[in-house]
């Protein structure tokens, strides 16, 4: 009889020749469990989604509930469901009074497409801007506008009249014109490795694009919902975005993601034509539920504020030599190492020693540490207690000490 391992490997289909091949049995808070009951703790949340810990028994009641009540009923936008009402009344209440219009999709990827549709039937405009360096997911159009060439030259020809500006370079304002539809940027970069914006940029950059009519859509799937600190990470710059793309941890582990906007932008999505954007599961009423249920969790356990003070102590306990750089807002942190095979001997003696954690795709030098917020003191201790000895073992390897 084959092993689960082996049927994984032969009618999953594997998108490269080297997957983790854990295999985990359940899941709980920070920790997750294989079949012989190893705990590893979760410095990834999978990645960035279980903010509020894997199975939160709030969130999992309000699941229960909703699963006895129905499940799917009609495509978005046609019957009144009240999961999608009361998580978007709460939402919009959480945000600035220009961002009261939701419209929930299925992940990160949609929340783009819909977003740059919108942007392009609102403004009448097709000219549509990202940054270097940055991930909106791997649909066509999300794909137009990864910052990376290496994971897109493939898939030639994408959406035309895509074009790219520096993250965080005040000089390529300039590229913004009145003929930009739209700048999508990550309020903070993830998958460049966390790279964060000056407030100084992010404010001229909303102001550039208030005075050439160019929405901003600021992409928060993976920095928002707490992570860097605050419910979304905008309200570090003071400033306020025309779209917000929301995900991952939106749904509380359920599948679910949102664009945000005013009402105004978001009604050039009900004429000529009408139906601008169509989608059969967005916004599923257990997903719904789980993801409001999740954001009151965030609030009554007051998980935000703790965010700071989690990540001085992991700064304060990564030191060591083989470090270059902690960067990184909130617990959306990378660890610079040398390189690749360094951080990836580093990661998988990590794995091995019960400690979960990733690189990042285009910053595969680096280490991820973004773990479920309610992690505490002494887990994070624990856990940098294991990266650290990664790095004395990987440190003695490479030079031959062992
Ligand atoms: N935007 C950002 C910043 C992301 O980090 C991701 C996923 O990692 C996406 C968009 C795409 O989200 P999804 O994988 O749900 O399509």
């Avoid at 997911?137 to 990376?148: F, Y």
């Avoid at 990836?344 to 003696?349: E, L, P, W």
């Amino acid at each position: 009889m084959l092993t689960h391992r082996q049927l994984f490997l032969a009618n999953n289909a594997q998108t490269t020749n080297f997957p983790l091949l854990l295999e985990f049995e359940r899941a709980e808070g920070v920790y997750l469990y294989d079949k012989d009951g190893k705990a590893y703790i979760d410095l990834i949340a999978g990645i960035g989604v279980s903010n509020t810990g894997h199975g939160h028994p709030y969130v999992i009641d309000a699941i229960k509930a909703q699963l006895d009540k129905y499940l799917h009923l009609m495509v978005y936008g046609e019957y009144v469901q009240s999961p999608q009402v009361k998580f978007a009344e709460k939402l919009v209440s959480l945000l600035p009074d220009d961002l009261q219009s939701v419209y929930f999709v299925n992940s990160g990827a949609e929340a783009v497409e819909g977003a740059m549709k919108l942007a392009k039937r609102y403004t009448g405009r097709s000219q549509v801007l990202a940054c270097y360096g940055s991930y909106h997911g791997s649909t066509q159009g999300a794909l137009s506008i990864m910052g990376n060439e290496e994971y897109k030259q493939a898939y030639r020809p994408l959406v035309p009249g895509t074009g790219f500006i520096r993250f965080n370079e005040p000089a390529d304002l300039d590229l913004i014109t009145n003929e930009t539809a739209c700048v999508f940027v990550e309020t903070v970069q993830g998958e460049a490795g966390i790279r964060v914006a000056d407030v100084e940029y992010m404010q001229a950059l909303s102001a550039r694009c208030k005075a050439t009519g160019t929405l901003l859509v600021l992409d928060e799937i993976q920095a928002a919902m707490g992570r860097t600190g605050k419910l979304f990470a905008f309200e570090h710059y003071g400033i306020v975005p025309d779209i917000l793309l929301l995900a991952k941890a939106l749904g509380g582990g359920m599948p679910l993601g949102a664009f945000i906007a005013s009402n105004e932008v978001m009604s050039a999505l009900k004429e000529n034509p009408i139906l601008g954007h169509i989608t059969t599961f967005g916004g599923h009423p257990v997903c719904c539920a789980a993801g409001l249920a999740s954001l009151e969790v965030l609030l009554n356990e007051n998980l935000i504020d703790t965010v700071a003070s989690k990540e001085a102590l992991f700064r304060q306990l990564l030191v060591h030599p083989a470090i270059k750089e902690v960067r990184g807002k909130g617990l959306m942190l990378a660890i610079e190492l040398a390189d690749f095979d360094t951080n990836k001997k580093i990661i998988d003696r990590c794995i091995a020693n019960g400690v979960i954690t990733d690189w990042f795709l285009h910053c595969s030098n680096s280490m991820r540490i973004a773990p479920p917020l309610i992690i505490t003191e002494e887990q994070i201790r624990e856990a940098c207690g294991v990266i650290l000895e990664a790095m004395d073992h990987g440190i003695a390897r490479s030079s031959g000490g062992l």
